[in-house]
């Protein structure tokens, strides 16, 4: 029985080390062929929260896909890269990682003035490139400016604009809100937005009126000037696009004039937990759009997400950005092992029109739209602020019927159609 149990124990030896010396070669080569995907963002300067929580949406993805054997047997290897919000830069750093890098995707996390230069960098190089945070619409609503490899992860701005239309329409005919300012970015995100928010509104509350209008830089640190101009116009409604660190910065200088007691405030970026719990003394009462909340939509799946986030990044809070990129690299890996390679008129082929399961929408998946590589179906909704957890509250969420209606109507009438 001895002899039996010792050859049987041989026996077991030879074949774990045959199976060990045969797998070592496929783990040496997905190793020694990893698959580099380059990442871009604003990583320095006062919108270095794009980038940081960029990648906070990033990595734990990638982390996932390579503890369950990579994508196509290979090792994703992120290759990320600070463009410092300079288009120039953004272009130079997109065709560098491919070009020495050796780069086979790209995720691109730029504002979208950064956006828009990568956007002509995929269309000469071919390459697949979701972009997972530029929000200017004509990025990938306008046939012009589309390029055949490019999508779009992150939510767009006519999307937004629609639901705040409609959600700021009835605040507004409710309080008898006529007169209205804007304080914006100066570029092409805060410009169009702007645009297409009080196109949208009027549409529903045709008796408003525009006082006032401001453009701040993009990371320009006082604010002093632009609030002394809205308050010198004496406006009933306040509507701003402003994001980030830049958006803390108005709403902390702001209070110091006491800005948010002498109108209704509008401002669709609020909704990110950094931003809200960034102002010093949040002032109950703006209206926003939900960027990036654990309780929009209200599940366990999301709550999930957010909990596995924070313990993924030193406790830190998820942004809009965050859920977008981490969108953007799903979709990438869906549509990469439906092509079976990483070749960009492949991969683009199986992106249109792919769904995927997805916590970041009320109906639990989102797809990316044919016809103009952008996606739909994600949670979106506005509320109102309040000082404390859960920040926003009362969140209507928007109707994909509606915004697709009206949608179409604006290509039609922007010639995108």
């Excluded at 290759?79 to 086979?104: F, H, I, M």
């Excluded at 602020?385 to 509250?393: H, M, N, R, S, V």
Aim: hydrophobic share 40%; charged share 20%.
């Amino acid at each position: 029985m001895r002899a039996n149990q010792a050859a049987l124990l041989n026996r077991r030896t030879v074949l774990a080390a045959s199976a060990g010396s045969l797998a070592m070669p496929f783990i040496a080569r997905a190793q020694a062929n990893p698959l580099k995907i380059g990442i871009q963002s604003i990583f320095s300067g006062p919108i270095a929260l794009l980038g940081t929580s960029s990648r906070g949406g990033f990595q734990p993805e990638i982390d996932r896909i390579n503890a369950t054997g990579g994508l196509l047997g290979r090792q994703i290897q992120p290759v990320y890269r600070d463009s410092k919000g300079q288009p120039q830069e953004a272009a130079r750093v997109a065709r560098e990682l491919v070009n020495t890098d050796g780069c086979e995707l790209l995720l691109d996390a730029e504002a979208s003035s950064g956006a828009f230069a990568v956007q002509e960098v995929v269309r000469d190089l071919g390459v697949l490139c979701i972009h997972c945070a530029a929000e200017t619409s004509s990025l990938t609503a306008d046939p012009k400016l589309r390029a055949p490899t490019a999508f779009r992860s992150a939510r767009q701005g006519v999307h937004d604009a629609i639901v705040g239309g409609v959600h700021s329409a009835k605040v507004a005919e409710a309080k008898k809100l006529t007169k209205w300012a804007t304080c914006s970015p100066d570029y092409a995100f805060g410009r169009d937005t702007t645009a297409q928010f009080l196109e949208f509104l009027k549409h529903f509350a045709p008796n408003v009126e525009t006082v006032s209008q401001s453009w701040p830089k993009l990371g320009q640190p006082d604010f002093t000037e632009v609030i002394t101009k809205i308050l010198q116009a004496r406006p009933q409604a306040l509507y701003s696009a402003l994001y980030a660190g830049d958006l803390s910065a108005f709403i902390n200088q702001g209070n110091v004039y006491a800005m948010f007691g002498a109108m209704e405030v509008f401002v669709p970026a609020m909704g990110d937990l950094p931003v809200l719990t960034g102002v010093k003394n949040l002032p109950a009462g703006i209206q926003s759009a939900c960027r990036y909340l654990p309780a929009f939509p209200d599940t366990a799946a999301n709550e999930a997400w957010y909990e596995a986030y924070r313990k993924a990044n030193n406790n830190d809070y998820p942004t809009n950005w965050s859920w977008e990129c981490a969108t953007g690299i799903r979709l990438m890996e869906a549509a990469v092992k439906k092509a079976g390679s990483t070749d960009g008129k492949g991969v683009a082929a199986a992106l249109e029109g792919l769904t995927i399961d997805s916590v970041f929408s009320t109906t639990g998946k989102v797809t990316m739209r044919a016809e103009d590589h952008t996606l739909i179906d994600y949670a979106i909704g506005w509320g109102t602020t309040i000082p404390k957890a859960p920040f926003l509250t009362a969140i209507e969420p928007g109707d994909w019927g509606q915004i697709a209606e009206l949608e179409t109507e604006w290509k039609k009438k922007n010639g995108y159609v």
